[in-house]
């Protein structure tokens, strides 16, 4: 018999595990969350924080967003990326991103009602977990997965106390692995992955310095940092994070994966720390120092039975894009509200298995653009003259020879112009972020055909209801003046039914049919004189249906059926969709 019973258990309490928790608990269950270790994360890693995740935290509720402005730099400090040759040394480009230039923030406005920001990963992780233990999850740190086994009926995993020693065994009906990229549950599942680890090797050295008079007029979250000549990083290209405006700073470095990891003492921790940022005397506190590995390796299969992944566990990947902790903590968007469903009764298993279909693209798609990300730092190496020699004196002329009065230098100075732009796939890919798309069987199109982007789908979230898309934001309006967005009509855990004047029958349907499947469904009718109507006309332009038609939305925001305008039989029609979905 097992120690401890529970609905779902999940290995990890980094970001993805920690929002699968917290979600779960939202909608009522009391998943189990263990940690291997006493506590958290300890070192800020991953920051970015886009407008998607802080939907997810949206949805969790007011406080939670709240809370994760409250700490977060805000999207103006993020500012512009800076190339240079030390943080208080010459200046080579810049370029405005996280949708700080014009064009972009209004696109970003446009498309959500979230703000991107920088939260260091010490920040988000106890927020979700407080949030996950607040609302009933339990946790156990301390506590080590071994092994697992499955049957017709749950999971039994062993596990290790590392307090007592001993070994203690769950029983629950669904297990979540989200153990990072050395993900036992994953390997032990026999989950399938394409890629390759270790293609490069990095170090961080965490301090604390007061730059603000180097940075503060030109506020960026990165500072990369080009040294020919450099001592280690091969070409001598560096990285300054901001972690803390302007006080605390984590340094990037590179070193050859095929050597051992080096051995980084305090006193080559100051020197590295003194070369990047160009001050000789500075006394930066050195506060840790750690190295990792360049990751190129995506989950083909993202689950097996009743064992999922989630999180650096099924994409593994460069911190390139910032896309980590944001696609983790939108796995467990996608995964949570399925799993309460079917453990509620109120979904067939065969749900579950969208899951896989719908977020292992969305794995295979970041850990593809993380690593041209890197790529396409070339050019700028190229436009520079940096791969031209590997003399650090010509290096340092190529360089130089930009600032000539020459047609070549002309030449030069737009191949460089040219080469910081391009990174815009990097550091502002709002497409990336935005433009998910289901395709699986908790998505029903009817045979609607998907929608041609007509952008860049990279770099510009484009909106539409089609079925498998995100519902598109538009503010609506309350009688009393109240503004919400659309997307908060939905969510919580709910699917939510959204029609207009002349959608009775699509409601009479949802609530005869709520009944009869016992699930809740949540109506809107957004119209003049109705609770929430559409003033600016922008919901009418976004929703692409008639006053007649309704949309159909999961949990996750994401629309799962829709109907131009009234049919015969709505109930019907409606049964059949909800059936499907839901694999009842």
Same mark, same amino acid.
């Given at each position: 018999?097992?120690?401890?019973? +529970?609905?779902? =258990?999940?290995?990890?309490?980094?970001?993805? %595990?920690?929002? #699968?928790?917290? /979600?779960?608990?939202?909608? !009522?269950?009391?998943?189990?969350?263990?940690?291997?270790?006493?506590?958290?994360?300890?070192?800020?890693?991953?920051?970015?924080?886009?407008?998607?995740?802080?939907?997810?935290?949206?949805?969790?509720?007011?406080?939670?967003?709240?809370?994760?402005?409250?700490?977060?730099?805000?999207?103006?400090?993020?500012?512009?990326?800076?190339?240079?040759?030390?943080?208080?040394?010459?200046?080579?480009?810049?370029?405005?991103?996280?949708?700080?230039?014009?064009?972009?923030?209004?696109?970003?406005?446009?498309?959500?009602?979230?703000?991107?920001?920088?939260?260091?990963?010490?920040?988000?992780?106890?927020?979700?977990?407080?949030?996950?233990?607040?609302?009933?999850?339990?946790?156990?740190?301390? +506590?080590?997965? =071994?092994?697992?086994?499955?049957?017709?009926? %749950?999971?039994? #995993?062993?596990? /290790?106390?590392?307090?007592? !020693?001993?070994?203690?065994?769950?029983?629950?009906?669904?297990?979540?692995?989200?153990?990072?990229?050395?993900?036992?549950?994953?390997?032990?599942?026999?989950?399938?992955?394409?890629?390759?680890?270790?293609?490069?090797?990095?170090?961080?050295?965490?301090?604390?310095?007061?730059?603000?008079?180097?940075?503060?007029?030109?506020?960026?979250?990165?500072?990369?940092?080009?040294?020919?000549?450099?001592?280690?990083?091969?070409?001598?290209?560096?990285?300054?994070?901001?972690?803390?405006?302007?006080?605390?700073?984590?340094?990037?470095?590179?070193?050859?994966?095929?050597?051992?990891?080096?051995?980084?003492?305090?006193?080559?921790?100051?020197?590295?720390?003194?070369?990047?940022?160009?001050?000789?005397?500075?006394?930066?506190?050195?506060?840790?120092?750690?190295?990792?590995?360049?990751?190129?390796?995506?989950?083909?299969?993202?689950?097996?039975?009743?064992?999922?992944?989630?999180?650096?566990?099924?994409?593994?990947?460069?911190?390139?894009?910032?896309?980590?902790?944001?696609?983790?903590?939108?796995?467990?968007?996608?995964?949570?509200?399925?799993?309460?469903?079917?453990?509620?009764?109120?979904?067939?298993?065969?749900?579950?298995?969208?899951?896989?279909?719908?977020?292992?693209?969305?794995?295979?798609?970041?850990?593809?653009?993380?690593?041209?990300?890197?790529?396409?730092?070339?050019?700028?190496?190229?436009?520079?003259?940096?791969?031209?020699?590997?003399?650090?004196?010509?290096?340092?002329?190529?360089?130089?020879?930009?600032?000539?009065?020459?047609?070549?230098?002309?030449?030069?100075?737009?191949?460089?112009?040219?080469?910081?732009?391009?990174?815009?796939?990097?550091?502002?890919?709002?497409?990336?972020?935005?433009?998910?798309?289901?395709?699986?069987?908790?998505?029903?199109?009817?045979?609607?055909?998907?929608?041609?982007?007509?952008?860049?789908?990279?770099?510009?979230?484009?909106?539409?209801?089609?079925?498998?898309?995100?519902?598109?934001?538009?503010?609506?309006?309350?009688?009393?003046?109240?503004?919400?967005?659309?997307?908060?009509?939905?969510?919580?855990?709910?699917?939510?039914?959204?029609?207009?004047?002349?959608?009775?029958?699509?409601?009479?349907?949802?609530?005869?049919?709520?009944?009869?499947l016992g699930i809740p469904i949540v109506v809107h009718k957004i119209g003049p004189r109705q609770k929430w109507q559409d003033l600016t006309g922008d919901w009418a332009r976004a929703n692409e249906i008639s006053d007649t038609g309704a949309l159909l939305v999961r949990p996750d925001h994401h629309v799962a059926w829709r109907s131009h305008a009234v049919i015969v039989d709505p109930e019907g029609n409606l049964r059949r969709v909800l059936k499907t979905i839901l694999a009842r």
């Open positions: 018999m097992a120690d401890i019973t +529970t609905d779902v =258990l999940i290995i990890g309490t980094g970001p993805a %595990g920690s929002a #699968t928790a917290a /979600l779960l608990a939202t909608y !009522g269950l009391e998943p189990l969350v263990i940690n291997r270790y006493r506590w958290l994360a300890n070192t800020p890693r991953a920051h970015i924080t886009n407008q998607r995740t802080m939907e997810v935290l949206r949805d969790l509720g007011r406080d939670v967003e709240d809370e994760a402005y409250l700490f977060a730099t805000e999207q103006n400090l993020m500012g512009q990326n800076v190339f240079c040759t030390a943080v208080a040394g010459e200046e080579i480009g810049r370029m405005q991103s996280w949708g700080n230039h014009p064009l972009s923030r209004a696109e970003h406005i446009l498309s959500s009602p979230g703000r991107m920001n920088d939260l260091p990963q010490t920040y988000m992780e106890p927020l979700l977990f407080k949030t996950a233990c607040s609302r009933g999850a339990q946790s156990r740190m301390s +506590t080590e997965y =071994l092994r697992h086994e499955q049957d017709a009926e %749950g999971v039994t #995993t062993t596990c /290790l106390d590392r307090l007592t !020693g001993k070994e203690l065994t769950i029983r629950s009906k669904f297990l979540i692995g989200a153990d990072g990229s050395n993900s036992k549950v994953a390997e032990h599942a026999g989950l399938t992955f394409e890629g390759k680890m270790g293609v490069a090797g990095s170090m961080n050295i965490l301090f604390e310095a007061d730059l603000s008079r180097y940075v503060a007029h030109r506020p960026s979250v990165l500072y990369w940092v080009l040294q020919p000549g450099a001592d280690v990083g091969g070409i001598g290209m560096g990285l300054v994070r901001m972690v803390r405006p302007w006080s605390e700073w984590l340094i990037v470095w590179g070193y050859d994966i095929n050597q051992p990891a080096p051995e980084v003492d305090n006193a080559f921790a100051t020197k590295v720390v003194r070369e990047l940022v160009g001050v000789e005397d500075l006394e930066p506190k050195i506060k840790s120092v750690s190295t990792w590995t360049v990751n190129n390796m995506y989950a083909t299969t993202m689950s097996n039975g009743r064992v999922f992944c989630m999180g650096d566990a099924a994409h593994r990947h460069p911190p390139s894009n910032g896309l980590g902790s944001n696609t983790s903590i939108q796995d467990g968007f996608n995964l949570a509200w399925k799993l309460a469903m079917v453990i509620k009764g109120q979904a067939g298993i065969g749900l579950l298995d969208s899951y896989q279909a719908e977020r292992a693209p969305v794995a295979k798609q970041i850990v593809a653009r993380a690593n041209k990300s890197i790529e396409e730092t070339g050019p700028i190496f190229r436009a520079l003259g940096l791969l031209d020699s590997v003399d650090p004196v010509k290096m340092q002329q190529n360089m130089d020879a930009r600032c000539d009065d020459t047609a070549g230098a002309e030449h030069q100075r737009k191949a460089i112009r040219e080469a910081i732009a391009h990174k815009v796939y990097e550091f502002d890919a709002h497409g990336v972020e935005m433009n998910q798309r289901y395709k699986s069987n908790a998505v029903v199109t009817d045979g609607q055909p998907e929608p041609i982007f007509e952008k860049d789908p990279e770099l510009h979230f484009q909106s539409t209801t089609w079925p498998g898309a995100r519902l598109p934001h538009v503010w609506l309006f309350g009688a009393d003046g109240e503004k919400v967005s659309s997307l908060d009509l939905t969510g919580n855990g709910v699917l939510t039914l959204l029609t207009g004047i002349g959608g009775d029958g699509w409601i009479t349907a949802a609530k005869t049919l709520s009944k009869e």
